[in-house]
């Protein structure tokens, strides 16, 4: 999928119209909010955003 730049915010907006309409209209009785979760290492303790960044390295390491 390929946006330009001043498409963000249109896109954005009719995602977030999407979304909500699958989450109110078609699934409303199920509980998305059972997923909103950090992410566990193994021993099932939290780990912050900072730290799965280090580990995933810089994205524009792939670049050359």
Known sequence: MFLYKEDFNKFLNALTETVNYVKTDLMPDF?????????????????SASVVEE??????????
């Open 31 to 47: 509980d998305f909010d059972a997923y909103n979760h950090d992410q566990e290492n193994e021993n099932g303790a939290e780990v």
């Open 55 to 64: 580990e995933e390295g810089n994205i524009d390491d792939w670049k050359m």
